[in-house]
């Protein structure tokens, strides 16, 4: 391993110049100790959603590639007045845009990914004793149109460097101290990981713990590249993300999540004949809305209920959708709620250990909280339960599995 270390700091960390000032600290303090430097940034606190706002003034549905033109400005702002600061405390730094130093994607607009890296120029200014700066979000296609990696795509940035770089660490610093057993908003019990599995991780993303982006977690782990996510206010160790070790599988339980973005739909009286729900979700897919949990029951009068769960900002598009495909199967009706919430443990131990979805529906039980949905995945279990009772579901489950501090 080579003494580099990619650092990325994300928008909360650098929310004004006073915060700019203590990134530009915590760098050189690195540089002091041999280390050679590659720092992703992100945009200026809240950027990316004011631009994004601009452009939904200027029309409902801005060019994707245009949208990319816009947003990228975000990360150039903050690469720059970085490198500034930088030199104010009288070390070298240099600032570079995705582009500028080669990070390759495809043409799809918005969620590009990335092709290649060419790390020349970020070698040669290292091997000058620079601190490198690029930014974060962003790539370039091979016909020189500015790309974006999807919302949180820094992490993605920072991911990618570690990897053509051959980095000893990639370091995540945000507003926070690490990742979380649950939001210490919902849970002030909740307590910091000291480490996490690229497995949990990624569940905890993708069901809304908003550390990570969830695709840079999947890079991390397909590479075998360590992240650790930790504060840029606080001296303090932060949470390891990493292959998994045999004594993750101990730990049972690692964190409760909950996701209050979601709409559930039912259709009611689906004739339960095969081709029946390839049809109605092939026209769902068509319209490029995800679906996450589907229940469907057994029917005993040749009719059955399907239910399913969407992104709350897809609800309409995907209404439309099913209200249509279920004429078409000649379905009894549709129905909605968006009043919903997902709860979900997660845990490598689950694989070992049985009783836990028991404990769980439990702890709901003795809250008087009813459970709409279950799924479950090898190392996760899901409930959708009413919206109004998430936050004390999130809080009963949490005791339930012993996560608070001690
Ligand atoms: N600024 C972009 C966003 O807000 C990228 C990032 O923060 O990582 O999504
Ligand atoms: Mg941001």
């Known amino acids: 391993?080579?003494?580099?270390?990619?650092?990325?700091?994300?928008?909360?960390?650098?929310?004004?110049?006073k915060k700019i000032k203590n990134v530009a600290k915590r760098v050189v303090s690195y540089k002091k100790k041999g280390y050679k430097l590659v720092v992703v940034v992100s945009a200026l606190g809240d950027t990316t959603d004011e631009l994004l706002g601009l452009a939904h003034k200027v029309t409902k549905s801005p060019s994707e590639r245009e949208l990319d033109?816009?947003?990228?400005?975000g990360e150039q702002v903050s690469v720059a007045l970085l490198a500034m600061a930088i030199h104010k405390l009288g070390y070298e730094a240099i600032s570079f845009?995705?582009?500028?130093?080669?990070?390759?994607?495809?043409a799809s607009h918005t969620r590009a990914r990335i092709l290649n890296i060419n790390t020349k120029r970020i070698e040669e200014q290292l091997n000058r004793g620079k601190i490198v700066i690029v930014a974060g979000f962003q790539g370039v296609t091979t016909d020189r149109d500015i790309t974006t990696l999807g919302r949180g795509g820094s992490d993605l940035t920072s991911v990618a460097l570690s990897k053509a770089l051959g980095a000893e660490t990639c370091e995540m610093y945000t507003d926070v101290e690490g990742v979380y057993t649950a939001d210490p908003k919902i849970a002030p019990g909740a307590r910091k990981l000291s480490k996490i599995s690229y497995e949990e991780m990624l569940e905890l993303a993708s069901l809304g713990a908003q550390v990570l982006q969830p695709r840079s977690v999947e890079m991390a782990k397909k590479f075998n590249i360590p992240i650790h996510v930790r504060s840029s206010f606080l001296n303090k160790k932060g949470t390891i993300i990493s292959k998994?070790?045999?004594?993750?599988?101990?730990?049972?339980?690692?964190?409760?999540?909950?996701?209050?973005?979601?709409?559930?739909?039912?259709?009611?009286?689906?004739?339960?004949?095969?081709g029946i729900a390839a049809r109605i979700f092939k026209d769902i897919a068509n319209k490029n809305i995800n679906i996450d949990m589907i229940v469907q029951n057994i029917s005993r009068t040749g009719a059955t209920d399907i239910s399913f769960t969407v992104f709350g900002r897809d609800l309409n598009r995907a209404l439309t959708t099913v209200r249509e495909a279920s004429k078409k199967v000649k379905a009894e009706g549709v129905s909605y709620n968006k009043e919903i919430a997902k709860v979900s443990v997660i845990g490598l131990g689950m694989r070992s250990h049985s009783g836990i979805a028991a404990r769980m529906f439990n702890a709901l039980a003795r809250n008087k909280i009813n459970i709409e949905m279950i799924s479950t995945s090898e190392i996760k279990i899901s409930c959708v339960i009413k919206k109004r009772f998430a936050d004390k579901a999130v809080r009963a489950i949490h005791k339930e599995f012993g996560l608070g501090k001690k």
């Open 69 to 73: 033109m816009l947003v990228s400005t």
């Open 97 to 106: 845009t995705g582009a500028q130093v080669g990070i390759i994607t495809d």
């Open 1 to 17: 391993m080579r003494k580099l270390i990619v650092q990325k700091y994300g928008g909360s960390s650098i929310t004004d110049i």
């Open 244 to 274: 998994e070790v045999k004594a993750m599988e101990e730990i049972i339980v690692s964190g409760v999540t909950v996701n209050k973005d979601e709409a559930k739909i039912t259709i009611y009286d689906v004739p339960d004949k095969p």
